[in-house]
């Protein structure tokens, strides 16, 4: 029983102390995504979005500034089927959600399923060098609450 007391104890300070030198070392800019955000070999935290790019997740940071927090942006190369902060050229979306993960200042902010445009696929946005062939009021492509309609594609 005392054995077994010990063994306890000993297992939560060692946990103690590691979290404490965890939280403790200094914050370096990492490859690794921020919690909840999807890791890709393309992606890497930056102070900015680079050209070309897109930002699935946003942090809080003093990595990015002369004085206090600015924000840190995990970026990758849009592509098809990823959930990003912004549109990439070429791309139109086919659903919405409301995420406080894309903030750059506070407060919610809309992410988009990216697509790649092609015939037969329902998407929010007629891109150049589509039109559509039916409509649908739905809740899918909402930014700001209620009803958008969502289009039917079709190549020129």
Request: aromatic share 12%; net charge positive; with cysteine.
């Amino acid at each position: 029983m005392i054995r077994s007391k010990l063994s306890t104890l000993l297992l939560g300070g060692g946990s103690a102390a590691v979290m404490l030198a965890t939280a403790l070392a200094p914050a370096t800019a990492s490859a690794s995504p921020a919690p909840g955000a999807t890791a890709t070999a393309a992606g890497f935290w930056s102070c900015t979005v680079p050209p070309g790019y897109t930002f699935t997740s946003t942090q809080q940071t003093l990595n990015c500034g002369d004085s206090g927090f600015r924000t840190y942006y995990f970026v990758q190369p849009p592509a098809d089927g990823l959930w990003a902060c912004t549109l990439g050229d070429g791309f139109t979306y086919s659903s919405t959600q409301n995420t406080l993960g894309c903030s750059t200042g506070g407060g919610f902010r809309t992410k988009y399923l990216l697509r790649t445009p092609k015939t037969g696929l329902w998407a929010c946005t007629v891109p150049s060098g589509f039109t559509y062939t039916s409509t649908q009021s739905t809740l899918d492509c909402s930014t700001s609450g209620g009803f958008r309609t969502k289009y039917l594609l079709r190549a020129f």
